[in-house]
C-alpha cells in the first residue's frame, strides 16, 4: 500500500473514532474534573496557607463577588457585572488541532467561554503559554455577518469585519478579542476525552484587570447562549450536575457530569423550578426561608410559612461564590434565629468578614438548618453552614448584601446538585462528593 493511501486510510480511522468517541458521548453522557482554586490539585494552590487562611481568602472572593453582581442597565443587552477573577473552581480543557491545554475559571455565573491568544496586543500576565490560534488546523474567526456571531456582541465589526466582542467586569477588568469557533476537548473521567468541534469562545487579544496570572480564561457554564452548556445543548438535553467535595477533603477534585451522566435520582431528592429571568446567565432559584431548628425564618417577611410569600426568583445558584448571601433585613432575621439556636462561647472575626462567631471548642453545637425551597426542603449539615476560619473561631457561612442573593458553593458541598434547563429544574441529593 502507497504511502499517501496508508495517510488517508489512518486519517479516516481517526475521524472516525473521534466521531464514535463523540457519538458515545452524547448517548452515554460524560464526566469530568473541575477542582477548587486553593486545592492540591490547582495551580493558584499555596502550600504555605494553611486551611483555614485559604477559607478566610475564599470568603473574602466571595464577597468582594457578591457585591459587584448586579444588573448592568447601561446597555439594552442582558448582562451581568461580575469580578473578573472570582470563581472558586477550575476545569482543565483544550483548544484547537492538535489540542492546547488551557486551565480556565468554571463559572456558572458567565457564559462566553474565553481564553488570551497570541498574539496579544495588551494582556494580563499569564504563566502559562498563550493560545495561538495559527498554529490550530481547525480555528476560525466569525465574520460579523455569520449567523453565530452573537446579536448582543456589544464590540460590534473589527475593522477586518470580524465578530469581536468586548466583556466588562465590576472590578474594572475586561477581555477583548475576536468571537471564533474551535475544537474544544474536554478530559473525561472514562478512557476518552470528548471533542466538541466547531464551538464559539472567545479569543482575547486585549485583557486587563485581576486576572490571576496562574489562570488562562473562562468556561462559562451558565443559561446564556454562548456557555459551554447551551452550546451542548441538544446532546446533553440541557442537563449538567456536580458534586463538590467540602474543603480539605482529599485533593480537592470534584466531578461534573453532562447529559444522561448528570441524572439525579433516587433517594432524598428534592427539585425546585428554575425561574426565567434577566439576565438569563443565571440561574434563578425560588426560596421560602430557612428553618432553624423548629423556627421558620420567612424570606418574603410574611407569617403564613404560604411559598406564595416569596417572590420567585428571589436568589441565584452560583458555583463561583462561596458563601451563601441575603439581603441584610432577611439575613439579620436568621442571624438572630441561628444565635438563639446555637450553643457556644461568642468570638469575634477579627477581618469583619463573619458577624456571627463561636469559639470552636466542644460547648460548639450549632443548630440544624434546613432550606425551604419551593418545592421541597433541603437540610444542610454543619459544613454547610458554619466554617472554622482559625484554629479558634467558628462562624456563620452566611452574609449580608443587597444586590443579589446567592446560594454559595459551601452550601452545596456533598450534594449532588443537577440542572435541567429543559425540565425547568435544579434536584439536589445528599451525597459523598468524595466517592463521586
Given at each position: 500500500?502507497?504511502?499517501?493511501?496508508?495517510?488517508?486510510?489512518?486519517?479516516?480511522?481517526?475521524?472516525?473514532?473521534?466521531?464514535?468517541?463523540?457519538?458515545?458521548?452524547?448517548?452515554?453522557?460524560?464526566?469530568?474534573?473541575?477542582?477548587?482554586?486553593?486545592?492540591?490539585?490547582?495551580?493558584?494552590?499555596?502550600?504555605?496557607?494553611?486551611?483555614?487562611?485559604?477559607?478566610?481568602?475564599?470568603?473574602?472572593?466571595?464577597?468582594?463577588?457578591?457585591?459587584?453582581?448586579?444588573?448592568?442597565?447601561?446597555?439594552?443587552?442582558?448582562?451581568?457585572?461580575?469580578?473578573?477573577?472570582?470563581?472558586?473552581?477550575?476545569?482543565?480543557?483544550?483548544?484547537?488541532?492538535?489540542?492546547?491545554?488551557?486551565?480556565?475559571?468554571?463559572?456558572?455565573?458567565?457564559?462566553?467561554?474565553?481564553?488570551?491568544?497570541?498574539?496579544?496586543?495588551?494582556?494580563?500576565?499569564?504563566?502559562?503559554?498563550?493560545?495561538n490560534?495559527?498554529?490550530?488546523?481547525?480555528?476560525?474567526?466569525?465574520?460579523?455577518?455569520?449567523?453565530?456571531?452573537?446579536?448582543?456582541?456589544?464590540?460590534?465589526?473589527?475593522?477586518?469585519?470580524?465578530c469581536?466582542?468586548?466583556?466588562?467586569?465590576?472590578?474594572?477588568?475586561?477581555?477583548n478579542?475576536?468571537?471564533?469557533?474551535e475544537?474544544?476537548?474536554?478530559?473525561?473521567?472514562?478512557?476518552?476525552?470528548?471533542?466538541?468541534?466547531?464551538?464559539?469562545?472567545?479569543?482575547?487579544?486585549?485583557?486587563?484587570?485581576?486576572?490571576?496570572?496562574?489562570?488562562?480564561?473562562?468556561?462559562?457554564?451558565?443559561?446564556?447562549?454562548?456557555?459551554?452548556v447551551?452550546?451542548?445543548?441538544?446532546?446533553?438535553?440541557?442537563?449538567?450536575?456536580?458534586?463538590?467535595?467540602?474543603?480539605?477533603?482529599?485533593?480537592?477534585?470534584?466531578?461534573?457530569?453532562?447529559?444522561?451522566?448528570?441524572?439525579?435520582?433516587?433517594?432524598?431528592?428534592?427539585?425546585?423550578?428554575?425561574?426565567?429571568?434577566?439576565?438569563?446567565?443565571?440561574?434563578?432559584?425560588?426560596?421560602?426561608?430557612?428553618?432553624?431548628?423548629?423556627?421558620?425564618?420567612?424570606?418574603?417577611?410574611?407569617?403564613?410559612?404560604?411559598?406564595?410569600?416569596a417572590?420567585?426568583?428571589?436568589?441565584?445558584?452560583?458555583s463561583?461564590?462561596?458563601?451563601?448571601?441575603?439581603?441584610?433585613?432577611?439575613?439579620?432575621?436568621?442571624e438572630?434565629?441561628?444565635?438563639?439556636?446555637?450553643?457556644?462561647?461568642?468570638?469575634?472575626?477579627?477581618?469583619?468578614?463573619?458577624?456571627?462567631?463561636?469559639?470552636?471548642?466542644?460547648?460548639?453545637?450549632?443548630?440544624?438548618?434546613?432550606?425551604?425551597?419551593?418545592?421541597?426542603d433541603?437540610?444542610?449539615?454543619?459544613?454547610?453552614?458554619?466554617?472554622?476560619?482559625?484554629?479558634?473561631?467558628?462562624?456563620?457561612?452566611?452574609?449580608?448584601?443587597?444586590?443579589?442573593?446567592?446560594?454559595?458553593?459551601?452550601?452545596?458541598?456533598?450534594?449532588?446538585?443537577?440542572?435541567?434547563?429543559?425540565g425547568?429544574?435544579?434536584?439536589?441529593?445528599?451525597?459523598?462528593?468524595?466517592?463521586?
Open positions: 500500500m502507497s504511502i499517501s493511501r496508508i495517510c488517508i486510510a489512518l486519517s479516516l480511522f481517526v475521524s472516525f473514532s473521534l466521531l464514535i468517541s463523540f457519538s458515545a458521548a452524547q448517548t452515554r453522557g460524560f464526566s469530568t474534573k473541575i477542582y477548587h482554586r486553593d486545592s492540591p490539585a490547582s495551580p493558584f494552590y499555596d502550600p504555605a496557607l494553611t486551611l483555614t487562611e485559604r477559607i478566610r481568602r475564599s470568603a473574602a472572593r466571595s464577597i468582594a463577588r457578591a457585591n459587584r453582581y448586579r444588573l448592568d442597565a447601561s446597555t439594552d443587552s442582558p448582562k451581568a457585572t461580575i469580578t473578573g477573577d472570582g470563581g472558586e473552581y477550575l476545569m482543565n480543557i483544550s483548544l484547537g488541532t492538535p489540542a492546547f491545554p488551557i486551565v480556565a475559571i468554571a463559572d456558572t455565573g458567565s457564559d462566553l467561554i474565553w481564553t488570551q491568544c497570541a498574539p496579544c496586543s495588551s494582556c494580563y500576565t499569564q504563566k502559562l503559554p498563550l493560545f490560534p495559527k498554529k490550530s488546523r481547525t480555528f476560525r474567526e466569525l465574520p460579523c455577518d455569520s449567523t453565530a456571531c452573537p446579536s448582543d456582541s456589544s464590540s460590534g465589526c473589527t475593522d477586518d469585519n470580524k469581536g466582542y468586548t466583556v466588562g467586569y465590576g472590578d474594572g477588568s475586561s477581555t478579542g475576536v468571537i471564533s469557533t475544537t474544544i476537548t474536554l478530559e473525561s473521567t472514562s478512557a476518552t476525552p470528548v471533542k466538541l468541534p466547531k464551538y464559539i469562545f472567545g479569543c482575547g487579544f486585549d485583557n486587563q484587570g485581576t486576572f490571576s496570572p496562574e489562570g488562562s480564561g473562562i468556561i462559562g457554564l451558565g443559561g446564556g447562549s454562548e456557555s459551554l447551551s452550546q451542548l445543548g441538544d446532546q446533553i438535553n440541557g442537563k449538567f450536575s456536580y458534586c463538590l467535595v467540602p474543603l480539605g477533603s482529599g485533593d480537592g477534585t470534584s466531578t461534573i457530569n453532562f447529559g444522561k451522566a448528570a441524572a439525579v435520582s433516587g433517594r432524598g431528592v428534592v427539585k425546585t423550578p428554575l425561574v426565567k429571568k434577566s439576565p438569563d446567565t443565571f440561574y434563578y432559584l425560588t426560596l421560602n426561608g430557612f428553618t432553624v431548628g423548629e423556627d421558620k425564618v420567612l424570606l418574603s417577611g410574611g407569617s403564613s410559612g404560604n411559598a406564595a410569600d417572590e420567585e426568583g428571589n436568589i441565584i445558584i452560583d463561583g461564590t462561596t458563601l451563601v448571601i441575603l439581603p441584610s433585613e432577611f439575613y439579620s432575621q436568621l438572630s434565629a441561628v444565635s438563639k439556636k446555637t450553643s457556644g462561647t461568642p468570638a469575634q472575626d477579627s477581618s469583619g468578614t463573619f458577624s456571627l462567631c463561636y469559639t470552636a471548642d466542644n460547648s460548639f453545637k450549632p443548630p440544624t438548618i434546613t432550606a425551604n425551597w419551593a418545592g421541597g433541603v437540610e444542610l449539615k454543619p459544613f454547610n453552614t458554619f466554617v472554622k476560619i482559625s484554629d479558634e473561631v467558628v462562624c456563620f457561612a452566611f452574609a449580608a448584601s443587597d444586590n443579589l442573593a446567592i446560594f454559595g458553593n459551601l452550601a452545596q458541598m456533598n450534594f449532588l446538585v443537577g440542572y435541567d434547563k429543559v425547568g429544574t435544579v434536584s439536589f441529593q445528599p451525597a459523598d462528593c468524595t466517592q463521586a
